[in-house]
């Protein structure tokens, strides 16, 4: 018997515990508190001095296995489940920095993560430097005395730039900050950020852990110093807690990761070459492609190339619009992570509250199109994108 387990044994097998009823499949606790047989045990279980289950708020057995299971494939010490991606953004931030401390992050991260640094979080005295991606001179140069996390998203959204996260890793330990990695467009069946020099990773578990668009959920992972005696902390006090079915949804959603990862990355590699050979396509975004400026460094850092892929069609608002519309099967959504297909005009939905000059300083065009490719077939994806591309 080995001791170390491939990554499709652990999505399957990691962080399960069985009851004395030995159920074979997890099961699911839907119980706010738990009993304890005496007075003494409830004050050890207080005081940890007595590991156990208390409360739901920060003790659950079917949230553990989910917590379990997901260090497991992240190759991390400890990991703690959160209600959303948002709020494990949010819990590391209030565990981990205080007020005057500087952050340097991405330039290209969700749209709430912005508002969350440059707006919540501003207004309790914490500075934020965005910088470029692909810039790792750039992340070095934004360092201060007071910096203390670097924190990116790769491959980005929608253009999917690709950051050199070793790279980055090495500015963060010069500069005495931590990096912490937003591992949702990868998932830990496609990279590793732990293994490549980060600190953290933090998942929106909302996209493809749960990959079938039923449940809101998040992690935060890394060193058992920085996330138990850290962000549990908070978690315990604050309660941005991840409820027990949700829990239970995305340890299910866990167990086909790595099929369903790399089955769409195929198919989104299908659909970049063919959209890259249309003649009403511009250019197309997709870390597979050869034309890609990081496909290299994708190439290295990812097994795959992910299920996002952009692309800018010829005729601006108008013509992309006209693709979006003429959809029949693709979902016109601003979500992503799911089985089904989905569809966007980045532009006017996701950054649509940015001006103009920064969008276009950003390279979001208004012939641009974000695609999350899905299960479906490839040739009924391309004749309902064909639709439109005239
Ligand atoms: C969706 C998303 C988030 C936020 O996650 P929620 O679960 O919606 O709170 C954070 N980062 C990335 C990259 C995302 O796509």
Known sequence: MKDTFELATLSVRAGQRRTELQEHSEA???????????????????????????????TNPTVSMFQDRLAALEGAEACVATASGMSAILAMAMALLKSGDHVVCSSAVF??????????LARF????????????RAWERALRPNTKLLFLETPSNPLTEVSDIGAI?????????????????CTP?????????????????????????????????????????????????????LSPFNAWVILKGLETLELRMLAQSERALELARWLERHPKVARVFYPGLESHPQHALAGRQQRAGGAVVSFEVKGGREAAWKVIDATRLVSITGNLGDVKTTITHPATTTHGRISAEARAAAGIGEGLIRLAVGLESTEDLKADLSRGLG
């Open 111 to 120: 749209g709430a993560t912005v508002q969350l640094f440059s707006g919540v």
């Open 125 to 136: 005295g914490l500075q934020t430097t965005f910088v470029s991606p692909t810039d790792a």
């Open 169 to 185: 890793a090495a500015v963060a330990k010069k500069g005495g900050a931590l990096l912490a990695v937003d591992n949702c467009f």
């Open 189 to 241: 069946a496609l990279q590793r950020p732990l293994a490549l020099g980060a600190d953290l990773v933090i998942h929106s578990a909302t996209k493809y852990l749960d990959g079938q668009g039923r449940v809101m959920g998040g992690a935060v992972l890394g060193a058992k110093a920085l996330v138990m005696d850290g962000v549990f902390g908070f978690l315990r006090t604050a309660g941005p807690t």
């Open 28 to 58: 699911l606790f839907l119980t706010s508190s738990f009993v304890f047989d005496s007075a003494a045990q409830a004050a050890a279980r207080f005081t940890g001095a007595e590991e156990g289950f208390v409360y739901s708020r920060f």
